[in-house]
């Protein structure tokens, strides 16, 4: 394509040549856009009226690069960024990134380890943390690039880290304001414990698996009974090491008279007490539990009722402590094994029996976690969760689709105590500062070694060593990342934002929470107001073509750079968009990106045709000409579309508005108006109304179609731009209106529409070859018969191109051709005359085995369905397919019948219905 007009800069110079080429018109535009779209000014009129749309891109980790699901979701943002910016509104899109504590120092401690046989405790931590952020530099940077190149447009000078400076400096205060509200506290408590990382992890970011495993019975010796045995059993027979009591049922015949006596733990000899406990189910299994507080989060609770010691008999590193005596040393798998071997050798295994349960894993790890007794430090969640609730059961905020909502209430309905520190080196440093007695105190601002201790007034000698947790910074992020603690402009005025697009499976690790941080720090604010955003959109998950999510462990993950290279970006987002249904889990093949790039092509040959052959040489008039039915008709179609478009795209159903635009663009638009009109663009026609409409719905197409495919709209809009004369760069571009109304012409040019198709599938049905012309007969019915005779009579050149037709006859006296075949619609009887076009007997011999094949599959889905033993035995949906299957063959002998009959020797014609 190309363009008269005189551009601002030569990035706005459309591509030259017929074919269009993503790899160079899509950067062109990226940086235009950097430099002259995408900055948000709190100072614009929109903004000082309050007609902002602001959106916080999700941070992806530092831990690798953008995967499908990343680009799925940068896209949906992108779709309503642009949306809203072409309604007026000032938009603001923030990008950035987070640090991702726990997953990025597991996947650098693991390089440093395969590369160089280097462990961090021997690096130091100054050491170690330089080379996370070299690693936090190249994929950071890697994560922005892809982003770019997508076409995402986001405020780049707004681009965010999780632990930049002012970042950093808000969850300081965030931390400082929740201690000295008590919100905050440090105890001993049984957590989740990784022992390949070392570090605790909260329940949120452990995942349970289903493996086989064993479950041993163990039997304890009652003191002072010999022979005497309880037998309790387990599946981690190494935790008997820290056992401080056994539980019974009270009323239990079998042991309630051991309750309050003592039983000799196997292979360490310590006494531990028999206790009395109503919550033990006395029918099941032994009737007897082995109580570990130190290792089980049951047994710590009934610990605590029964003042039973907590011990541990691990390190931090899952290695036998000294509580384990021999088997002092051995990691928790060996340990396991001689434990089992010696309880064997003394005759205290009572059996062993092969069981598969669910084992709780680290999410980063993969390994086992172990619930072990570790001083940590807490937030009290239940004072922050009640207005979190508040804002989704009041309809403040809304989480779409709506089933989403109940995992978001049930988890703040039952929500436990937040464990926030982890026992790792990259990540915010806790700012807490201790004493000589180990007094803790928070602070704003470091406290040097040997400054007064605020509390106490003692000299300060260490900070906590700990770090927070991911989440305690990104909770932040929908206020932080606007200046927060500060009163900045921009805080006043882009918070809160509108909308927020994520994974079902951050609801409550990062939604949930990010809603209780608003209410609870946006403290200057009503509280209506305090909600980070107003929209919770939890978007598909990206699927690979069978079903699977895509990980680097199957090697099935995509690569969107990869994607947009080989098919462009817009290819890529219009894909994605098309194919996700709300809530629905995308199921992608990569060959399905073909059809985003065919699509983006055929626009842009669209839009080519209409510029060479419709605009070149001519100027808009000021007055607006006649317009004929077909130009009437895609009006009224084109405002149709544009309505079902932007309600669409307002109610966040982004899949009907990508198949809408679609649908309109390549079967209304090209394969129907542009045929329609190609008669009236011929050289020397002065056709005022068809070139008026074509600028029109083409500039209307390119809009409703931007915020999906932004690259290739932008190009033909500036290609338009000497017929259009909007300066304006597309992306800021009014969205506008459509109005325009004529059911009378949908109608007329509808039933013009249905002669061609009839035609269509009449010539295909009776195998008359492409290169034949056939006579077609239309034969009106009823009250239909003057409102067709018109459209069919003026746009008689066309129907015939597009049906193949050498002859078309509209009349309500006429008779069908002798040999015919003929569909019945509505308002007409359509005949196509088959004399001489094709060869009767043959095509008679074909029907003839088409007919036997189907009756033969009919036969047997009925035999099939008949017999009871498949009936109720099968699936359902076996059942109903076979169903299905047999009402679709029974319509296709139906069809075959009629057309057998139309070509029955001698027989006189007559119309068939169907089609």
Same mark, same amino acid.
């Given at each position: ?844 011999? $074909? *029907?003839? /085995?088409?007919? %036997?094949?189907?009756?033969? +599959? !009919?036969? @047997? #889905?009925? &035999? ?30 139906? $069809? *075959?019948? /009629?057309?057998? %009959?139309?070509?029955?020797? +001698? !027989?006189? @014609? #007559?119309? &068939?219905?169907?089609?």
């Amino acid at each position: 394509m190309t363009s008269s007009d005189t551009p601002r800069n030569d990035a706005e110079t459309p591509a030259e040549g017929t074919r269009y080429d993503p790899q160079t018109v899509e950067p062109k535009w990226i940086e235009v856009w950097a430099a002259e779209v995408n900055t948000a000014d709190a100072r614009s009129p929109a903004a000082r009226a309050g007609k902002t749309f602001t959106v916080m891109i999700p941070p992806p980790n530092v831990t690798g690069s953008l995967h499908m699901g990343h680009a799925l979701n940068n896209t949906l943002q992108d779709v309503l960024v642009r949306f809203h910016r072409m309604h007026g509104y000032e938009t603001l899109w923030v990008p950035g990134t987070d640090h991702a504590g726990i997953a990025t120092q597991a996947v650098v401690e693991k390089k440093l380890y395969l590369e160089r046989k280097l462990k961090r405790e021997e690096m130091g931590r100054e050491a170690f943390l330089a080379e996370v952020w070299a690693w936090k530099q190249q994929y950071g940077d890697r994560i922005l690039f892809q982003l770019r190149r997508m076409g995402a447009s986001v405020d780049w000078t707004r681009t965010k880290f999780t632990m930049d400076e002012d970042l950093s400096a808000a969850v300081r205060e965030a931390f400082v304001r929740l201690f000295e509200k008590g919100l905050v506290y440090r105890g001993a408590y049984l957590v989740n414990w990784d022992c390949v990382l070392r570090t605790a992890v909260s329940d949120d970011e452990i995942e349970y698996v289903a493996q086989k495993g064993k479950l041993w019975r163990i039997r304890y010796p009652v003191k002072g009974e010999p022979g005497r045995f309880v037998t309790v059993a387990t599946t981690r027979p190494e935790t008997m090491l820290a056992d401080t009591g056994v539980a019974v049922h009270p009323e239990d015949e079998r042991w309630k008279d051991l309750v309050g006596r003592t039983l000799v733990l196997p292979l360490v000899g310590r006494e531990i007490p028999v206790v009395g406990d109503e919550t033990v189910e006395r029918g099941f299994g032994t009737g007897a539990v082995k109580t570990t507080p130190g290792h089980d989060p049951a047994d710590y609770e009934r610990g605590k009722r029964f003042n039973l010691p907590v011990l541990s008999m691990l390190n931090k590193d899952g290695t036998v402590n000294e509580l384990g005596g021999r088997f002092a040393g051995l990691t928790r798998e060996k340990a396991r094994a001689a434990i089992v071997e010696a309880l064997e050798a003394e005759g205290l295994l009572d059996g062993v029996t092969d069981v598969e349960h669910n084992v709780a894993v680290s999410d980063r790890s993969k390994s086992s976690i172990e619930p072990l007794i570790s001083e940590q430090w807490f937030v009290r969640m239940q004072p922050l969760a009640v207005p979190a609730i508040d804002a989704v059961k009041s309809g403040r905020l809304r989480i779409v689709p709506e089933r989403w909502t109940k995992v978001y209430l049930d988890w703040l309905g039952s929500v436990r105590d937040w464990c926030i520190s982890r026992q790792l080196w990259w990540g915010h440093r806790i700012p807490v500062w201790y004493d000589e007695d180990g007094v803790p105190a928070a602070s704003r601002t470091d406290l040097a070694a040997g400054a007064p201790h605020p509390v106490t007034g003692k000299p300060v000698v260490r900070q906590d060593e700990d770090v927070l947790d991911t989440w305690a910074s990104s909770w932040l992020w929908p206020f932080a990342t606007l200046g927060w603690p500060k009163r900045t402009e921009d805080l006043e005025t882009f918070y809160p934002t509108q909308f927020l697009s994520t994974a079902r499976d951050i609801i409550y690790l990062w939604v949930a929470r990010m809603v209780m941080a608003g209410h609870e720090f946006l403290d200057h604010l009503p509280p209506e107001k305090r909600n980070p955003f107003a929209t919770c959109y939890i978007h598909a998950t990206v699927l690979d073509a069978q079903g699977r999510r895509m990980s680097k462990s199957l090697g099935n993950g995509i690569d969107p750079i990869d994607v947009i290279e080989q098919y462009g970006a817009d290819a890529m987002r219009f894909t994605l968009v098309y194919l996700t249904t709300e809530g629905q889990d995308v199921k992608l093949d990569p060959k399905r990106f073909e059809m985003g790039r065919n699509f983006v092509n055929k626009v842009w040959n669209a839009a080519r045709f209409v510029q060479t052959k419709a605009l070149a040489g001519w100027s808009p008039s000021a007055s607006e000409p006649e317009l004929r039915l077909e130009d009437r008709w895609i009006r009224a179609e084109f405002a149709k579309t544009h309505e079902t478009v932007t309600r669409a795209i307002r109610e966040h159903r982004f899949n009907v508005a990508a198949e809408t635009i679609y649908a309109f663009t390549w079967d209304t638009f090209c394969d129907w108006y542009l045929e329609l009109a190609k008669p009236r663009l011929e050289p020397g026609a002065q056709d005022e109304s068809v070139r008026g409409t074509l600028l029109h719905v083409l500039c209307g197409i390119v809009k409703l179609l931007h915020p999906v495919a932004p690259h290739v709209t932008e190009e033909v809009w500036a290609a338009l731009r000497p017929w259009h004369g909007d300066p304006s760069h597309l992306a800021k571009a009014a969205w506008g209106e459509e109005t325009f109304r004529d059911d009378e012409a949908c109608a007329s040019i509808g039933a013009v529409q249905s002669v061609v198709r009839a035609v269509r599938n009449l010539r295909k049905e009776s195998g008359v070859s492409d290169k034949a012309r056939v006579d077609v007969r239309v034969i009106p019915n009823g009250a239909a018969s003057a409102s067709l005779v018109e459209p069919l009579s003026n746009l008689e050149p066309q129907v015939l191109r597009l049906a193949l037709a050498s002859s078309l006859k509209v009349g309500r006296d006429l008779a069908p051709p002798a040999s015919n075949a003929s569909q019945v619609l509505p308002f007409a009887d359509v005949c196509i005359d088959l004399e001489g076009k094709i060869d009767v007997a043959a095509e008679r011999a $074909r *029907l003839d /085995k088409e007919l %036997a094949k189907a009756e033969q +599959s !009919a036969a @047997a #889905s009925r &035999a099939k369905l008949s017999a009871e033993s498949f009936v109720s035995r099968a699936k359902p949906e076996v059942v109903q397919a076979e169903r299905d299957r047999l009402a679709e063959t029974e319509q296709r002998l139906e $069809r *075959l019948r /009629k057309l057998r %009959a139309q070509l029955t020797p +001698s !027989a006189p @014609a #007559s119309s &068939a219905s169907g089609g």
